[in-house]
């Protein structure tokens, strides 16, 4: 294996790894602040990358079909947070998971309805097109280092919101105790709808962002949401912080596990077995290790202060 | 009458907990309420808040009906509420704290500091980490960061080292001096007293005596205040 192999299989881990935190940033919010899982994030994946796909095809443009995407899981959001979500507030885990599956079903269903069973394709901007240099000689793709700097974006900027900013307090606050910062005037429902849309907007951008690397189908949103999952408890539920370290380490280890595991097997099998285990102990390798991260530190890397 | 309670009754799930309190406060008085524990102090205060609803009776202020009103919204109409057990938010910051329940108005963070030193010195600091009587200095000064026109505390001194309570004491004299009405329950009556203009006793749910602080004898604190 070459230097510049491992670098850009780097890449790539880093790339999934912030498409990741942009999933679960908004889940991990959702659970900390309103103490509620949602299955339906990765429809709300799906609907950012309909939403750019849709509008980039009819106006030709990939930018206004990444604001599209933004403001239409933003309102997808809302919207089912007013109409179904904020019931589900005070009720058991299981009738949210419930209820938010069935989001999924309407959700996929809704999405065929419009578009139909076919996937549709988006095209990388011609601004983002090309390649450049890698140390080593390889060459990786302008839009995926371009991915990896939006989720550095999103990082920062939700660092500012969350820990700088009056609304990011109030969030916090609402975090630790939700009757007692509705006793200071606070309208905690609407800060939740706020909440839950923003967590729907980066949802929306990943599934937009990953749209033109993959195709655009009903059911995108799922695969990613098991690992969005795996990263918030290893994160440790709740916590940006550890959403974003556990997103990038999950990404890190699922791409170079994928390399590095069939190899390293060849060393006791024969290679044509060598690489069929390794595929198969790769795919294992972040549930592996979500174990025993969760035997080290139950509560995940960085446990929100309150839980 | 900037608070105008009347013949609320309120039930915690199935059981009733208020049966017909009434009680006033003007503008700028202190009102200290009054009872054994038990008596119903703390869902009398909840009750005027909102968090827990009363069922029958009215709450006004400034002659605003609350009923059916949200908690945020009693909280913008001018209650600041001061908690039983404080309630900071042990997450945030002192700093966060108080800024998390800023609204406009004379109460900004330099008043508040100016209020409690102590809390300027501890800005930085996780609101987990202070002493009792540092969180109590920050749920005072988190509820006057909104701006209220009626400042609620409930067990204003409870649990606190004697030399904390003079500080909290001080600053609701001050408060009180100020020109802010207070309703306050606290179980110190040397302290309480002197502040209150009024006092209302509850007994089982009920309120059974008002009266000036002059007006409390020995008496009277004997039949309903007495263990």
Redesign the interface.
Known sequence: MTFALALEQLLNGLQLGVMLFLMAAGLTLIFGVMGLINLAHGSLYMVGAFACAAVAAATGSFWLGLVASLACAAAAGAIIELLVIRRLYDREHLDQVLATFALILIFSEGTRWVFGSFPLYLDIPPLLQGAVALPGGAQYPVYRLAIIAAGALVALGLYVLIGKT?LG??I??G???R???????????TLYTVVFALGAALAGLAGAMVGALQSVQVGMGEPVLILAFVVIVIGGIGSIKGALLGALLVGVVDTMGRLLLPQLLTLFFPPSQAGMIGAAAASMLIYVMMALILAVKPRGLFP???A | MLLDVSKIEASYGASQALFGVDLAVAEGEAVALMGRNGMGKTTTIRAICNLNPPRAGSVRLAGTDLKGKPSHRVAKLGIGLVPEGRRCFPNLTVHENLEAAARPGSWTLERVNALFPRLAERHAQMARSLSGGEQQMLAIGRALMTNPRLLILDEATEGLAPVIRQDIWAAIRKLKAEGLSILVVDKTLSELLPVADRCVILENGKSVWQGTSAELTADVQDRYLGV
């Open positions: 009056r307090m109030r916090r606050a975090e630790s105790d009757e007692m910062i509705g006793a200071l005037g606070v309208d905690i429902r929100a202060a309150h």
